[in-house]
T-cell receptor
Framework: KAGVTQTPRYLIKTRGQQVTLSCSPI?????VSWYQQTPGQGLQFLFE???????NKGNFPGRFSGRQFSNSRSEMNVSTLELGDSALYLC???????????FGQGTRLTVV | QQQVKQSPQSLIVQKGGIPIINCAYE??????FPWYQQFPGKGPALLIA?????SEKKEGRFTISFNKSAKQFSLHIMDSQPGDSATYFC???????????FGTGTRLKVLA
């Protein structure tokens, strides 16, 4: 069974640009969550989606947004990039009715 | 109240030793406590998890001890090996959500 797939793996963007990251969950998993990982702040929750609806949102500015499609694939978007947005962005998928979340390898975003 | 405090920040043990990593939480609504292992350049991998209705859970060389009254839980790695050298994160969540609150991580090094 394939794991969580995140694309692209690496990305370099310039301040002020926007970026879209993609996540394909494990087959059958309908819940997708996103996290930002930085050396200074650790792993921080961004948002959680289930059946195309955002169920929870973390404490991030409105420049961070996401969505989920009918096939459970998810995207997150960051607009007007800042240097501080440089991070590893992780997606996790979960099988509804269970507690476990399984992470992908992440997308390493560097803002220059 | 949403924090999960993790200690120590780093740990060095000899091969065969038993590293212990501790976590504490405040929010009594948390009812799922996973541990993740992360290698450089990889996403976090679910290691073991516990719910508050049990005080201990073992899976292979990994054991979680849970103290509900103290709101603390810990990870023990039996017979540690150099391959266990990684960063370990504890986390907590509430039923019905995949919004995990993560500890700050413990960097473990097991010497050969």
């Amino acid at each position: 069974k394939a794991g969580v797939t995140q694309t692209p793996r690496y990305l370099i963007k310039t301040r002020g640009q926007q970026v879209t990251l993609s996540c394909s969950p494990i087959s059958g998993h309908r819940s997708v969550s996103w996290y930002q990982q930085t050396p200074g702040q650790g792993l921080q929750f961004l948002f959680e989606y289930f059946s195309e609806t955002q169920r929870n949102k973390g404490n991030f500015p409105g420049r961070f947004s996401g969505r989920q499609f009918s096939n459970s694939r998810s995207e997150m978007n960051v607009s007007t990039l800042e240097l501080g947005d440089s991070a590893l962005y992780l997606c996790a998928s979960s099988l509804v009715g269970t507690f476990e979340a399984f992470f992908g390898q992440g997308t390493r975003l560097t803002v220059v | 109240q949403q924090q999960v405090k993790q200690s120590p920040q780093s740990l060095i043990v000899q091969k065969g030793g038993i590293p212990i990593i501790n976590c504490a939480y405040e929010n009594t609504a948390f009812d799922y406590f996973p541990w993740y292992q992360q290698f450089p350049g990889k996403g976090p991998a679910l290691l073991i998890a516990i719910r508050p209705d049990v005080s201990e859970k073992k899976e292979g060389r990994f054991t979680i001890s849970f103290n509900k009254s103290a709101k603390q839980f810990s990870l023990h790695i039996m017979d540690s090996q150099p391959g266990d050298s990684a960063t370990y994160f504890c986390a907590a969540s509430s039923s019905g959500t995949y919004k995990y609150i993560f500890g700050t991580g413990t960097r473990l090094k097991v010497l050969a």
